[in-house]
């Protein structure tokens, strides 16, 4: 009997990430990253308070704590969260950012990343983090597609004790209540729901979330 020969199997091709509102945006305006790093700079050399999101995320913690800074754009803080005492690795999409953060804030371990394609072990990062903080809209600047990926994502990461800081304003195409169901079905249970990062609480007439969540 002849044996037939094998037949190759085509490979599965998987489906591209859809690309995040910033993305796009710096493909059509190339210089808008480093418009937003002078921003940055400009505002902490006028004395600026750029670190209220840190300060609550450090409440939380005890020092030394395992941080991930996701969307952490030029490091303002991961930075904050560093010189306080915990080890932090900041992830950011955008290249001229991270390039910022390690000019600006050597210390911390700066990767660039897509968040919903974030798989730190693979990078040599095994630790889960004792916090993950998501500030400065970086949920309403996901693309729709990814939002509950990037939660998951999330999720993988943090340790079983752990919790997440995730913050983001109303009228940015994210609804709160969308942001809570697609949180719920990552496997997330909020412990905290507040309407600023200097702890005042949320009502439904908040214009901003700032949302301390655990795992399920």
Known sequence: MTEQPETEQPETEQPETEQSAWVRLTQDDPGH????IQRFRDLAAQGMDLVGEARLVDAMLRRGSHVLDAGCGPG???????????DVVGVDVDPVLIAAAEEDHPGPRWL???LA?????GRGIAEPFDVIVCAGNVMTFLAPSTRTAVLRRFRAHV??????AIGFGAGRG????DFLADA???GWVPDLLLSTWDLRPFT????FLVAVLRPA
């Open 33 to 36: 990253s480093a418009a937003y």
């Open 184 to 186: 719920a079905s990552a």
């Open 76 to 86: 303002r803080i991961g930075a904050f969260l560093a010189e306080a005492g915990h």
């Open 112 to 114: 660039v990343g897509d």
């Open 117 to 121: 394609e974030l798989d730190l072990p």
């Open 204 to 207: 439904p007439e908040s214009d």
């Open 174 to 177: 994210y609804a709160f209540d």
């Open 159 to 164: 340790a079983p004790d752990g919790r997440a």
